[in-house]
């Protein structure tokens, strides 16, 4: 049956998607979504390309409220910067809810994933950091080093950044990005330690295995966003930080055992065993979220289809508000 | 990193895409790899939308030799038949195999499913059918039922199809479809153990939830390939007939246990309990299939994600032959 499909290539979505407060809201809905028992999201398809260092991800989710879903499909081919092409790649789908129908391909190279991840994490810290933010910390100098900060000021417009990486001059090169971007003091910190003493809100964002953010290092009034740990195996977080804060929050609980930093605490056998809250229940007001500032929050963010399918959707809307993008017939 | 994506509507591919012995043949050798173990085929992911009457299915596999591999979602709306819209839609997404890059987008409206779908009923009848047959019988008298005859006609030339559904009229219009394309005789039976008694392949495409072929049906000489059972409740073939026939071959096995007939069988508490044949086993030579005329064979086919990188393969293949299709940049 000849339909229009609304084509939309990486340019056009840079230039019709921003990172800003209206993407963190139609995130937060999502979360939101996700707390009503209502959403549909299944397990996440994974497939292994045997011999080629590389992983495909298929993420979908259905949300009561929104006239499309998403089918994302993100192939992550590790050793492509040996030949000059991105990690990461993919696109999304948006499929009419009510008739199946494709609707809009959203060639995006994976740029709506980084907008989505980073606004989930300013959701996070929004419902999560102490009210008051001065400096924030991050560890990781990647794209999403940067995109958490610039998503997490619109929320806590903190003064300062500090930037720790395992590679002395990335750091300094994202601290100028953040600086530049934001026009606030932003600074590599060689000593993680101190990054952390010195933020009221840490997010990591890196692909560690092994712990990078020590459990004595948390103090009163810090909250940390983990968003780096998204497979089998990574792991950010000390798991007897994940014991000692006031309060973990997992982005999907399901898949937080499975990937997240809660798989690590569990691993080690240091988790209460207790079921922890969602972050779309503390959007919803279904939990308790934090109940004062000198307490000690952790966030971990696995990444799930409805933020994919929240994301893909408001894109699209972007695009026909700003008239871009090709429409063909099939 | 901008790339060229070749974007393919439903006409492009269906003047670009025969349903014929190379479109057999390609899928005969996604069979044959599946034996050899190295392919990855991960679980189906499948959604369902509450309230719509829906379900979301996405499929793919990685398949040693090809080039890339295939993601397709296969949305099935139900209800859309209501509103003039036909149940199934949907579209493979062909990715490279060695960078994850997306190469193109097959948007096919479910076309090259029905292609291979039927492609593998025409490898089942040249593997498992009596090398001899002069009369066909299909079951069922949709979109599939025509492809099946179309395809397994030319790996057995018979000379007769009969065609028996609920719907007298419909039969009778896929009967007179399939002689018009085929320049053979075709007639409408409306007696199920007739045509069954008097054809030495049957192939069933109905969404039975009850057997429409007994077991006391089977005779001597006979195949039947059931390809109707893509989920969990349907049921074509009268359990007994698995446990009674001279050989059972799955497309994939464990798919089958959960979708196919297979599944049915052991819920009937009739299955030997054997591990079955799968297909491409026999067409790789690694398992025997039929060895002679008068045995009874039959093949579940549940639909494998090996077969959608296949036909997307193929299809991206014919459509730069022809020239056809439209190149974006993303």
């Given at each position: 049956m000849p339909h229009d499909i609304l084509v939309l290539t990486e340019p056009e979505l840079k230039r019709a998607v921003a990172l800003d407060l209206d993407a963190i809201d139609v995130v937060e809905s999502a979360f939101a979504a996700l707390a009503s028992g209502k959403v549909v999201m299944p397990p996440i398809l994974s497939m292994e390309i045997p011999g080629?260092?590389?992983?495909?991800?298929?993420?979908?989710?259905?949300?009561?409220?929104?006239?499309g879903f998403a089918?994302?499909?993100?192939?992550?081919?590790?050793?492509?910067?040996?030949?000059?092409?991105?990690?990461?790649?993919?696109?999304?789908?948006?499929?009419?809810?009510?008739?199946g129908l494709v609707e809009a391909l959203l060639l995006d190279n994976g740029f709506l994933t980084d907008v989505r991840t980073a606004a989930a994490g300013a959701v996070a810290a929004r419902h999560l950091a102490p009210s008051v933010v001065t400096t924030a910390g991050v560890m990781?100098?990647?794209v999403q080093a940067r995109l958490q900060m610039f998503a997490a000021h619109q929320v806590r417009p903190f003064e300062r950044v500090l930037v720790w990486g395992r590679d002395a001059?990335?750091?300094?090169?994202?601290?100028?990005?953040?600086?530049?971007h934001l026009g606030i003091d932003a600074?590599?910190?060689?000593?993680?330690?101190?990054?952390v003493a010195e933020s009221q809100l840490v997010v990591t964002t890196t692909p560690a295995?092994?712990?990078?953010?020590?459990?004595?290092?948390?103090?009163?009034?810090?909250?940390?966003?983990?968003?780096?740990?998204?497979?089998?195996g990574k792991n950010e977080i000390d798991p007897a930080a994940l014991a000692r804060a006031d309060l973990y929050v997992a982005d999907?609980?399901?898949?937080?055992?499975?990937?997240?930093?809660l798989a690590a605490a569990i691993g080690a056998g240091v988790w209460n065993g207790k079921t922890p809250a969602e972050l779309g229940e503390i959007v919803a007001g279904a939990k308790t979220g934090r109940t004062d500032d000198s307490q000690v929050t952790i966030c971990d963010l696995?990444?799930?289809?409805?933020?994919?399918?929240?994301?893909?959707?408001?894109?699209?809307q972007q695009a026909l508000t700003a008239g871009a993008g090709t429409t063909i017939q099939s």
């Open positions: 080629a260092n590389a992983e495909v991800d298929v993420k979908t989710a259905y949300i009561p409220g929104f006239d089918i994302k499909v993100s192939p992550g081919f590790f050793d492509n910067p040996r030949i000059g092409l991105p990690s990461l790649n993919g696109l999304m789908i948006l499929f009419s809810a009510k008739t990781g100098t990647g001059t990335k750091a300094a090169a994202c601290a100028s990005d953040i600086a530049g600074r590599a910190e060689t000593d993680p330690a101190r990054l295995r092994a712990p990078i953010l020590k459990a004595d290092w948390l103090h009163p009034g810090l909250h940390v966003t983990a968003m780096g740990s998204d497979q089998e999907r609980v399901s898949q937080c055992e499975k990937l997240g930093e696995t990444g799930t289809g409805a933020q994919d399918t929240a994301i893909a959707t408001f894109a699209r």
